[in-house]
T-cell receptor, first 114, second 114 residues
Framework: AQSVTQLDSQVPVFEEAPVELRCNYS??????LFWYVQYPNQGLQLLLK??????LVKGINGFEAEFNKSQTSFHLRKPSVHISDTAEYFC????????????FGRGTSLIVHP | DAGVIQSPRHEVTEMGQEVTLRCKPI?????LFWYRQTMMRGLELLIY????????DSGMPEDRFSAKMPNASFSTLKIQPSEPRDSAVYFC????????????FGDGTRLSIL
């Protein structure tokens, strides 16, 4: 069975600074990887996904993530954050050929200060 | 294109009362999921359906919780009797078949049991 670890529960950063949110996973088979964002009082929305191919994946709102198989990581990055990026970010993994049910991490709260 | 629709958005009721949460998934999606989100436990999968059939309800906390999906466009999550510890945000999500398919979340029902 797969598992996901988001190493930071909270990441404070100043506006226009770069940010990286870390995600590590564990699985004995190939995986699909997702990042979701949750704004206050809303449901989760897909930011980006890695299915196969290029390990650098670009998503909405200027975010990107890199799949690193050897380190079993899928870190999310943005070169310059805005106040509006303040939200909760969830990493999720599902196994190729396995059940269709993804496992979600505990989430990382990104707090952007002016 | 309508997303996942949940109702009500907020529910406040007294302990012991029956609570019914409703969900309309995206048309054509084969999978429907019910989650509960709290600060203490994060995002928990309660139950999921495939083609209207409950597949795994191992996440349902107690017999007080029940879920149904009478047709492809409607599902309910019922709590009877409700208790203060059931207070949380409940999300419904739907997806197409395949582990490479992202989940689409509703905006949730914020439930407060007094």
């Amino acid at each position: 069975a797969q598992s996901v670890t988001q190493l930071d529960s909270q990441v404070p950063v100043f506006e226009e600074a770069p940010v990286e949110l870390r995600c590590n996973y564990s699985s004995s088979v190939s995986v699909y990887l997702f990042w979701y964002v949750q704004y206050p009082n809303q449901g989760l929305q897909l930011l980006l996904k890695y299915l196969s191919g290029s390990t650098l994946v670009k998503g909405i709102n200027g975010f990107e993530a890199e799949f690193n198989k050897s380190q079993t990581s899928f870190h999310l990055r943005k070169p310059s954050v805005h106040i509006s990026d303040t939200a909760e970010y969830f990493c999720a993994v599902s196994e190729v050929g396995g059940s269709y049910i993804p496992t979600f991490g505990r989430g990382t709260s990104l707090i952007v200060h002016p | 294109d309508a997303g996942v629709i949940q109702s009500p958005r907020h529910e406040v009721t007294e302990m012991g009362q029956e609570v019914t949460l409703r969900c309309k998934p995206i048309s054509g999606h084969d999978y429907l999921f019910w989650y509960r989100q709290t600060m203490m436990r994060g995002l928990e999968l309660l139950i999921y359906f495939n083609n209207n059939v409950p597949i795994d309800d191992s996440g349902m906390p107690e017999d007080r919780f029940s879920a149904k999906m009478p047709n492809a466009s409607f599902s309910t999550l019922k709590i009877q009797p409700s208790e203060p510890r059931d207070s949380a945000v409940y999300f419904c999500a739907s997806s197409s078949e395949g582990g490479n398919q992202p989940q689409h979340f509703g905006d949730g029902t914020r439930l407060s049991i007094l």
